[in-house]
Every structure is written in structure tokens, then in C-alpha cells.
């Protein structure tokens, strides 16, 4: 059996990301390990856990759409953007209405934007990792904004008499749902932090197809290919000469439009293959090993 593919986790809260892939390779007696999209230690929800040749798709799953469930409190700022940090200031002045949330709130409804990262975020800065600044007492890096762009916000609920709001939110790769959430702050002129974090979907995969770590088992595993094809990237099933040449790295005629497609052979990721004129050329293998 080839033990490649990819599980849909539900992470716990209070761990991080890579903590838990261990924890499912120590588990399962897996070869090498990976994922495709971190989440803090304070959230819980998808993790597309990576698994022996399924790595090598990291860079697909990453690029894909996220949905998320946060729960954020006004007037209070930390410096980690979430309640796992310190309390940086207060706004005691301050009162936000509903109308005013939900007005603010459908500013960003297919809104993009430059959104600055929280300096405790895994972004590198001259080889180093922000919260590695963080934790030193550097505060002052020069983060640089990233375009982001969110496709839905919908507010769930507003306490108003406690400042506390609950949203869902469809977002692009790369977006900061604790910078998002302070960002609507700031737009209100006053503070937030995050509370609560639930990514509910990733790309094509969703909730309800994680498994908690207890209950995860080597039958739950996605081969590359289904995991490939659900995601509804291009498949094209070699023949049994184009599969020789495959194997030998050659260049092949494949009369298709797209410009990169994996190919398959008995229903198998065997390579990631890209156009080169009239040619499709090899761009990734080793994914059958």
C-alpha cells in the first residue's frame, strides 16, 4: 500500500501546527509529514495534513480559499492580536453600536486589501521568523503589508453590552483573521483581539471530513489522486508507453489546454507535468514512491 496522500485534522486548541503533525506521524508510523496551512495555537479546525509523497502538493492546498469562524472582543488590544497574549492597552471610552459594526463590517465583503501580519506570525524578516523578534522584545521590525483579499464577512453575532462579535469569514490565502479583526477595530476607532478561532473549511475540504487526532486512523488517509482530483485539477491518464516515457523524465505530445497537469497511471499521482510549446514537460515526480 502506497501510504501517500493527505488527512483532513481537526487541531485541537493549545497546540501548534507542527506539534500536531507529529503527533499524527508518531501516531501512524509515518515517513515524513507535512501541511498545508498553519493555524495559531489558539485556533482549532482544518489542518490538511501531508503525508509521505503527498507533500509535494503543499504548494496547491495552501493556494486555496479559507473559511473561518472567529470570535473577537472590542477594546481590548494584545500584542499578539489574540487573547494567548498580553494586554497592550485599553479603551474605556469607546461604545459600538450593531449599526455601526455591520456598517464597517460590509466594507469588507469582497474587499481587498493591504493587511499587515502580526508581529507573532510565522512571516520571515531576514531569515528570522517575526515572533521570534516577538519574543526578544523586538517590536520594532519593518513588516511589510501583503494584499489579501476578503471575499465574505457575515456577522453572526454582536453582544453590544460586552463588545463581543462572532464572524464568518471567506478569505484568500495568506490572510490574517486576527489582523482582519483588528483592522474592523481600528475602522471603528477603537481596539479588538481575538477570542476564538474555527477554520471551517480549506479549499474543497471541510470540517466535516476531519478527524480528531484520537480518532484518526491510517484508513482516513486521501490518496494524491482523489485528493488531486477533488480539488478538480486537470488528471490525464497515461497509456502504458506514455507511462515508460514518464518514468524515464522525457518530454510528452499530450493535446490539452492546460498548462499544467498531473498525470496519472492506474489511477495514481505519478508526476506534475507542464506545458513547453507542442510538449508537456516534467516540473515534479517521486510522487508514487
Known sequence: MNNSGIFIVDKPQGITTNKLIQQVKRKLNLKKV??????DPLAT???IVLVNSGTKLSDYFLNQEKIYQVKGQLYTATDSFDSDGNITETDETSHVTLKQLEQVI???N????????????AIKVQGKKLYEYARCGVSDVAIQPRKVHIKKVELLSFDEEMGIFELRVEASKGTYIRSLVVDIAHDLNTLAHVTELRRLKSGVFDINQAKTLDDLELKDLISNYDAVKQNEYQIYELNKEEFDDVIKGKKIKLDLE??????SYNNEIIALYGKENDYYRSLKGGFSV
Open 258 to 263: 492546460k498548462e499544467r497537469v498531473f498525470l
Open 110 to 121: 469582497d474587499y481587498e486589501y493591504e493587511q499587515i501580519p502580526p508581529i507573532f506570525s
Open 106 to 108: 460590509d466594507k469588507y
Open 34 to 39: 507535512g501541511h498545508a496551512g498553519t493555524l
Open 45 to 47: 479546525g482544518v489542518v
